[in-house]
T-cell receptor
Framework: GENVEQHPSTLSVQEGDSAVIKCTYS??????FPWYKQELGKGPQLIID?????GEKKDQRIAVTLNKTAKHFSLHITETQPEDSAVYFC????????????FGSGTRLLVRP | DAEITQSPRHKITETGRQVTLACHQT?????MFWYRQDLGHGLRLIHY???????NKGEVSDGYSVSRSNTEDLPLTLESAASSQTSVYFC?????????????FGEGSRLTVL
């Protein structure tokens, strides 16, 4: 089955700097790669996603890149702000009869003011 | 507004007791999921359902069961709670039938098994 590895487990950056979180997946049939943000005491919430027919997607200060050959994808946050502090999860799934998401282990991002 | 709610939000129980965590969504989504969240493991899938009367095992299903008698609810039952089942449990739902899409999560249920 699919396995998703996520690094780093914790990341501390200065406000205004960029943050990058990386994930690798094992199943070459995976074709959907979302990123979720979890604030303290809340459930995860989708912030951006990418499908395998696209190499990069941007939404304001966040972007996701996908390298299908290497089977890895990354989340980039530019001009970080204190409200970006949260736990971020990557995930992967494939289009078949069981399109359930397999999540990475999470990255705790701290943005220092 | 449509939403997904979990209850109870916090529960303490004893080893061997049966526990049921409720999940109710008002989006009329066909797909519902239960995950557990543990430090260092992220979110792991316990059970999922693609519609009424449909249930499937996820990657960590041992000791858990679900039933889907209507679209709105997917209760998660721990038949005989164990300390290893101390965790935060999240229910989620999604709309897409064709391909994977956004999951909408509840706010979680923190379960402590003593």
């Amino acid at each position: 089955g699919e396995n998703v590895e996520q690094h780093p487990s914790t990341l501390s950056v200065q406000e205004g700097d960029s943050a990058v979180i990386k994930c690798t997946y094992s199943d070459s049939a995976s074709n959907y790669f979302p990123w979720y943000k979890q604030e303290l005491g809340k459930g995860p919430q989708l912030i951006i996603d990418i499908r395998s027919n696209v190499g990069e997607k941007k939404d304001q200060r966040i972007a996701v890149t996908l390298n299908k050959t290497a089977k890895h994808f990354s989340l980039h946050i530019t001009e970080t702000q204190p409200e970006d502090s949260a736990v971020y999860f990557c995930a992967a799934s494939k289009r078949d009869s069981s399109y359930k998401l397999i999540f990475g282990s999470g990255t705790r991002l701290l943005v220092r003011p | 507004d449509a939403e997904i709610t979990q209850s109870p939000r916090h529960k303490i129980t004893e080893t061997g007791r049966q526990v049921t965590l409720a999940c109710h969504q008002t989006w009329n989504h066909n797909n519902m999921f239960w995950y557990r969240q543990d430090l260092g493991h992220g979110l792991r899938l316990i059970h999922y359902s693609y519609g009424v009367q449909d249930t499937n095992k996820g990657e960590v299903s041992d000791g858990y069961s679900v039933s889907r008698s209507n679209t709105e609810d997917l209760p998660l039952t721990l038949e005989s709670a164990a300390s290893s089942q101390t965790s935060v449990y999240f229910c989620a739902s999604s709309e897409s039938r064709v391909s994977a899409g956004e999951l909408f999560f509840g706010e979680g249920s923190r379960l402590t098994v003593l």
